[in-house]
């Protein structure tokens, strides 16, 4: 088995905000971030697999990023997150339940579609905030 991973880039918006609370105890938490602020985000996806004797690839690094842009980046980039997304409805868009939910959509087209595993999202909010989900 051997890994490979592909880098796509957008912007979108969110909020840290639970709107059972109030502000007070929304800033307590989450401090400037409970309040609306946007991100140039990174996504990474690291899958898993058996090189092909005919290509030399685990998977086409063109075929990831077309499903990666089609899959999820057209759907979140220059959104607010909170609102705007679908897949993101009903829960709290933070990095880790952001990580989470890429993962539900691209685990089950990527083994389909491609043969390969799903291995690891990573997904960058900021140089210094990061969270890595392997699906497990």
Same mark, same amino acid.
């Given at each position: =088995?051997?890994?490979?991973?592909?880098r796509e880039t957008f912007n979108a918006a969110h909020?840290? %905000?639970?709107?059972? @609370?109030?502000?007070?105890?929304?800033? #307590?938490?989450? +401090?400037?971030?409970?309040?609306?602020? #946007?991100?140039? @985000?990174? !996504?990474?996806?690291?899958?898993?697999?058996?090189?092909?004797?005919?290509? #030399?690839?685990?998977?086409?690094?063109?075929?990831?990023?077309?499903? =990666?842009?089609?899959?999820?980046?057209? /759907?979140?980039?220059?959104? %607010? !997150?909170?609102?705007?997304?679908?897949?993101?409805? #009903?829960?709290?868009?933070?990095?880790?339940?952001f990580a989470m939910a890429v993962w539900k959509i691209?685990?089950?087209?990527?083994?389909?579609? %491609? +043969?390969?595993?799903? %291995?690891?999202? /990573? !997904?960058?909010?900021?140089?210094?905030?990061?969270?890595?989900?392997?699906?497990?």
């Amino acid at each position: =088995m051997i890994q490979i991973t592909r880098r796509e880039t957008f912007n979108a918006a969110h909020r840290l %905000y639970n709107p059972r @609370w109030s502000e007070e105890k929304n800033f #307590g938490v989450f +401090g400037p971030c409970s309040r609306v602020h #946007g991100h140039n @985000w990174e !996504l990474f996806v690291t899958v898993e697999g058996e090189v092909s004797e005919e290509t #030399g690839f685990v998977i086409d690094l063109k075929a990831l990023s077309r499903t =990666m842009r089609e899959e999820v980046i057209s /759907k979140v980039d220059h959104t %607010y !997150l909170n609102e705007d997304v679908e897949f993101l409805k #009903g829960k709290l868009p933070t990095t880790e339940n952001f990580a989470m939910a890429v993962w539900k959509i691209l685990q089950p087209v990527l083994r389909e579609k %491609y +043969g390969v595993e799903l %291995y690891r999202i /990573k !997904l960058t909010e900021t140089a210094n905030h990061f969270v890595e989900y392997f699906g497990k």
